[in-house]
């Protein structure tokens, strides 16, 4: 499948031992990983990494020239400017379409559930169905569960397509956060409305003011946050039932040599859920036997794995640049993979072994892939099909080429907003009050949420894994979620024995005293609502701000690398939680939306962007977020001695901003054909 030499980099790739085997193992089968093809990209294009490049109508393609010397208008006039924020809010349109698109085939399910016309679905989170449907009025007095369920389903379908008012679910915000978003013009009205609008503002010739951009780029990303993904996370709850706390495992370990693996990689727990049932039949599990295999192994990747982990603790294969290596193990019979974050890579290297890839979404077919579509309705015999497929593999399965690193760790998921108020407050005083008065008396510093995905062009996991155990060491309580929550998870972070071993005294004290990991696993990338809905919680119980913008707590997407994750960043800046990336937005060609993104969204939300490529200065801009805010609250210092101190506590967040010039430094060379080379220095 490699037609030409191998490039080899000295730079690391991985800080996984069972990647860096696999990743050993690809250079002998030759076969190519996205490091290697991260490489033939060299060097990448100048233009596009400062979002300099405009593509928006057919006279163009335009481009801006960086140094200032050039040409600094596209052919309508459109200035630096224009483009990036245009170009900004068109990559959060699309990450607020992904997560909202499978919201919809969620709330899809919820109605065929409630109607019967499923033969795998049922209504499993009762509590949470009957809270929902109080919370939107719908009437739930001696009234059956499906009839409830049917009207929530139908009340939250309205909600993409919904025409006038704002979405519903904006009221669970503090009210400074609906007051920013009144004043700013940011208040999320339908959710297709929004990314409709946010498309239509970018088109040639349509809005061309880079603030009034940015805070419609707001508006869309507040529709994802407290819209499709807050209402997928509620209605998978509601299908698939609450998560609550439970022991897996993480890491290639986990596939095991004498049983049909199946691994399941992508989003949607529509199917991957009922791909757990399937995997349980026990007519299939004797099928399985019958063709020499011990038994049906199923796990995951990315978060349609992080899904199925919180609810059934079906283990981790990897988060997302496992998804090329778990295939290099050479024994997992099948793939399934559905939406967002799944290389079309993957076609060409099952060629190399017996794996069946199979794709499943209406919305995403791979080319040389085998594609079973997936239907609601029977849901359940097209897993039983998919099931039986893998089985049929195994007798395939060529021993030589199988190779399974022997990493594995222990991990606890399956937190949750609500889960927060048992594990804190106990069954009988349900309550966020010992998480309050933990960060009051400062015995915990603050509470930090790291997310997001893996990008090769960082070592995998190793942003994650330091700015993690910089935050807990000083103890600042980390929630996570996506690819960041099974990478700490590979490297015993969701462990409760990591308390002892990695956090500051104050977070060991509360994670002995509650029996928790310093570091909270709460699900997948549209879970990340989970993390506004305890902030709200922790709004709601007082002591700590009355508002999102004043609690100590701040965000991180280290490793991130998809529009999604750009969404997601936006909507929690725009709720007041400031965040830190580790490679830039590409928006360094324009120093207005840089310096409107990190300094001028803080007099619209309270909060702003930042972009610090170093894990321990990012967590430390983090802890200076946390600080500054405990000062203006006037709680105490931390408790116990901690090992960063900042100098400038009480100083505003934004102390310096990368010049342009910088960027371009770390630029290179752009190449195309017209592209100019910067003289070194
Ligand atoms: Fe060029 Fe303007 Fe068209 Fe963009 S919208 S491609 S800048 S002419
Ligand atoms: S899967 S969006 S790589 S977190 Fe949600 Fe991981 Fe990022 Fe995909």
Known sequence: MIDRPRKVSGQVRSIDPAALEMIARAEQIGAKTPWDRLEEQQPQCGFGTLGLCCRNCFMGPCRIDPFGEGVQEGIC?????????????????????????????VVHALRLAAEGKSDAYSIRGKRKLLRLAEEYGIPVDHRPLNEIAKDLADFLLAEF?????????????????????????????????EVVTGLHMTHMGSDNEAEHLLLAAARVALADGWGGSMIATDVSDILFGEP??????????????DEVNIVVHGHEPTLSDVVVAAAQDPELIEYARQKGAKGINLAGICCTANEILMRHGVPIAGNFLHQELAMMTGAVEL???????????????QKCFHTKVVATSLKAKFPGVTHIEFHEENALEIAKRIVRLAIDNFPNRDPNLVNIPRYQQGLIAGFTTEVVYQILGGRYRPS????????????????????????????????HLTMVRELIANDVLVVQTGCGAIACGKAGLLAPEAAKQYAGKGLQEICEAVGIPPVLHLGSCVDNTRILTACAAMVAEGGIGDSFDKLPVAGAAPEWMSEKAIAIGMYFVASGISVVIGQPLPVKGSKFVVDMLTRGLEKHFGATWWFEPDPIKAAHWMIDCIDRKRVALGLPPPMYPVPYQPKTVGEPIVTHVAAVGEALAAVGTCPGPNARTPEPD
Not at 89 to 96: A, E, K, P
Request: charged share 25%; net charge positive; glycine share 10%.
């Open 161 to 193: 397509g919904k025409q006038e008012g704002y979405l519903m679910n904006v009221a669970r915000a503090p009210e400074q956060q609906r007051k920013n978003w009144e004043r700013a013009g940011s208040t999320p009205r339908g959710v297709d409305r």
């Open 432 to 463: 966020y009050r010992p998480l309050n008065d933990g960060i009051q008396s400062g015995r915990l510093r603050g509470v930090a949420g790291v997310v997001g995905c893996n990008n090769p062009k960082f070592p995998q996991d190793a942003s």
């Open 335 to 349: 793939m399934l993979v559905d939406i967002q974050c799944v290389f079309p890579a993957l076609a060409e290297l």
């Open 244 to 257: 609550s706390p439970l022991r897996s495992r993480a890491n290639l370990g986990v596939i095991r040599p």
């Open 77 to 105: 006039g459109a200035n630096a400017d224009i483009i990036i924020a245009r170009n900004l809010v068109r990559h959060i349109c699309t990450g607020t379409s992904a997560h909202s698109d499978h919201a919809r085939d």
